[in-house]
Structures are given as C-alpha cells and as structure tokens.
C-alpha cells in the first residue's frame, strides 16, 4: 500500500469511526439529557457529549473516579454572541442528579513567531497543539488532579487593598494530552493580576524579605482567551471547584487532533461535515476555514529555537507605589 493510499485508507477509518461516534450519542442517554444534546446555544453536540460521557463511564467502572459528575468542552464554538455576552461551551453534567450546566470558557490564544504563526482570534479557535509554550488548548481526555491556590497580588476594591487569590485545578492528560503536567494545564477563573507598584506591607503573609507585596489591576477576560488553560467565570469556577476539588473526575475536551485533521481534510476536499459524520461548529468553521493542529514533533522545535534566541532579561523591578 503506499503512502498516499495509506493516507486515503485513515482518512476513511476515520470518518467511519466519527459518524459511529455520533451515530452512538443517542444510545443510552437518558431522556433528561437528551434535550440537552443539539447545535444550540446552550446545547451540547452529540460527538461531544458521546465522547466525555465514554470517557467519564469508562473512569467510573475502573474506580479511577468516584464523582457522580463530569465535564465536557467544545473548542469549536464561538466566545461571545453579538451583543458581546460570553457564550457557554464548557459543560457540567451530573446524571444523579439530573443536572446539565452550560457555561463560558476560553481557549488557547497561541502564538505568532517569526517561523510559525499559531495564534488564535478572540472569537474562534482555529489553531490547536500539545506542545509546551504553545498556549494552545489541546483537545482529549483528562482527569482533574490535586487544586493549588496561589497569592498573585494586592489590588483595590472599595477603600480597601485586598489580597487576589486563585486556585488552580490541574488536569491530567491520557495520550496526546499526557503532558498536561508538563505544559502546566488545568482549569482556573479567567482573570489575572496586571502589576503596577510595590507596596510596602511587612505585616503581610504575602510579603517578600523587604516587606514588599505587589500591586496591581485585576483583569476578567471570561469572554476572552487563555494561555492554554480551560477558564471560567467567578461564579463558574466556584461550582466546578465545589464539584472537582479533592474529588477527581474526568474532563473531555473536544477536538482531539484526529477531529482537526479530519475537518481540515474534508474542508480541502470540499466534503461536507455532516455527511462525513464529522462536527464543527458552523460559525467557527466559517470564521476560520480549515483548522489545524500543530504536533508537538512540529511546533516543539520552532517553540524552542524561538526561546533560545531571546536576549537574556533582567528580573522585574516594579516601581514603590505612591
């Protein structure tokens, strides 16, 4: 068989294996969570759903995970809708219960070196990868880990200066995402700490050996993109730390990069999606026009050579505040 045949013989194996996935979606889903399942906002497509409820049954029977919920994510959907509301794709199921949640969360903004540009647009992610420094999101299965919270500054709120503390819920990764440790990826609220000053606070906990603590601007971009890592809002976060903390579960994030390379293929060839029993989410598809997933063989070099061409830089120095 040669290569291009070879090529043409995956390519087959694998929308035959996607429109089974999507086929199977239906199978077993109880009724409540069925009108959930769909192209709508709010909604969770079927290949998604199949895909996170596998992984998480399969984690349940091996003991694995105890969690009577879990979570799934569509990387293809939109960030905000016209009016400038964030859009939910990241989704909290909870079949004990009865439960189906469907909240905002961002995806990987990338990069763009000089080599290779691999960064990703506000609205839709075209661009996805596994590599270390990339900053992109890398769809497939994980387990939620251990949480840490961490001191990332004092900013002000009224006429107090308050302490900003955010915890951070590590993901283990299976396959193409096993270096989810490496890549330090994991879920955390969808704001950050932009620095401005030092503060002289000694009495503070949080101080350095001069009696110094940062100061700076808190800033939510729940609507925006991350560094790789899977955010949310305040209030999100607090439900899906309430739920994964000291409680593993699994977390399936769709696409995996058999879905890209699939949809970028039938893109090229001019193939519809549906009757390929592939998904993307048809605005995204349309802002984008073909996805693409960079292989950590591919990007890691790029990433690294970009790296160690940098000039040294000297520790920052924020200023004393006022």
């Known amino acids: 068989m040669s290569f291009s045949q070879l090529n043409i013989f995956s390519a087959a194996i694998a929308a035959a294996t996607f429109a089974a996935s999507v086929a199977a979606a ?9 009108q959930h399942v769909g192209a709508g906002t709010g909604q969770i497509a079927p290949i998604v759903l199949d895909r996170a409820r596998a992984h998480y049954l399969e984690k349940r029977q091996s003991g694995t995970v105890k969690n009577p919920c879990y979570f ?3 990387a293809t959907r939109p960030s ?4 400038g509301a964030a859009l939910p794709r990241f989704y909290v199921i909870c079949e004990e219960t009865r439960t189906f949640k469907a909240v905002s969360s961002g995806y990987g903004n990338g990069r763009k070196l000089a080599k290779a540009n691999f960064s990703n647009g ?17 769809g497939g299965a994980y387990v939620t880990a251990e949480s840490r919270t961490s001191f990332k500054g004092y900013y002000q709120k009224g006429s107090r200066k308050k302490p900003f503390l955010r915890t951070f819920l590590l993901f283990d990764g299976e396959g193409e995402t096993d270096n989810a440790r490496e890549r330090a990826i994991g879920g ?3 704001m950050f700490m932009r620095w401005q000053c030092r503060m002289e606070k000694p009495q503070s906990k949080h101080a350095d050996a001069d009696g110094f603590v940062p100061f700076g601007k808190l800033v939510d971009y729940t609507s925006g993109r ?4 899977t955010t949310w809002s305040e209030p999100a976060t607090k439900d899906i730390l309430k739920i994964a ?8 994030i769709y696409p995996a990069s058999q879905d890209i390379n699939a949809v970028a293929k039938a893109v090229k060839r001019g193939t519809s999606l549906k009757r390929a029993g592939l998904y993307w989410n048809d ?6 026009g073909t996805p693409k997933f960079w292989p950590k063989r591919t990007l890691q070099p790029i990433i690294n050579e970009w790296r160690n061409s940098l000039p040294k830089s000297q520790p920052l120095d924020l200023p004393l505040c006022d």
């Open 226 to 229: 991350s560094n790789g890592c």
């Open 283 to 288: 605005a995204c598809l349309a802002a984008i």
């Open 188 to 190: 955390h609220r969808a």
């Open 245 to 252: 903390d000291s409680n593993p579960t699994t977390l399936y």
């Open 122 to 138: 506000r609205q839709c992610a075209r661009n996805f990868s596994n590599a270390e420094g990339s900053k992109l999101t890398a």
């Open 72 to 74: 799934a994510m569509d």
């Open 80 to 83: 905000t809708a016209s009016n």
């Open 26 to 34: 239906s199978t077993g889903i109880p009724n409540w969570l069925q």
